[in-house]
């Protein structure tokens, strides 16, 4: 059963369309409305704040992870329902992967990217196999399925990478999955 879901996403805003924004708003909804527990990286700027907010202020319950180094800028989002400092980077992203229970993975940047990279390579190593849900909204990571492809075709691709995720284009495909 899927209670936790760790959300990985950007701490900025698309500069061009609100669109994602709304779409990170919509997974807030989605969330909240099907009893689903957030897991995410503390912060309360950009999609990080947006989907944490929307689900806090529904009364929904956000856990915040974030380590000593970020806990002591302003951007930590003190809000949130359970806040979880740790030591490091690494140790956040453990803290997320053991306590939930599938992935989100929102567009952002190269944060992001490391953190669907890291769960992915796990999950394929049979270290963790929790669902793990990309969205790719108007195309957003097409550009990285095109390097998988790459990455297959000279033999680093040691597992049909499509097979660990399920693509997604929009938060209403991911309604009958979670």
């Known amino acids: 059963m899927i209670k936790n879901i760790c959300v990985f996403c950007g701490s900025s805003k698309p500069n061009k369309s609100h669109e994602i924004e709304d ?14 527990n957030l897991v995410y990286g503390g912060a309360k700027i950009g999609l990080m704040g947006i989907i944490a907010n929307t689900i806090l202020k529904k009364g929904g319950h956000v856990t915040g992870i974030i380590p000593k180094i970020l806990s002591k800028k302003e ?5 949130v329902s359970e806040l979880i400092i740790v030591d490091n980077m ?3 992203k453990k803290k997320m992967y053991d306590i939930s229970d599938a992935f989100i993975v929102l567009p952002g940047g190269i944060g ?3 953190e669907f990279s890291e769960i ?5 190593l049979g270290i963790k196999s929790k669902p793990i849900f990309l969205l790719n909204l ?3 990571y097409d550009h990285l399925f095109q390097q998988f492809k790459v990455m297959e075709n000279n033999n ?4 049909d990478i499509f097979k660990e995720i399920s693509i997604i284009k929009n938060i209403s495909d991911l309604e009958p999955l979670i």
């Not at 779409?23 to 689903?36: D, S």
């Open 23 to 36: 779409e990170v708003r919509r997974l807030g909804e989605l969330l909240f409305k099907k009893n689903k």
């Open 75 to 79: 951007i930590i989002n003190k809000d």
């Open 90 to 92: 690494h140790d956040r």
């Open 112 to 114: 992001t990217l490391e």
């Open 120 to 124: 992915t390579t796990w999950k394929i």
């Open 138 to 140: 108007n195309g957003y």
């Open 156 to 159: 680093f691709l040691y597992s």
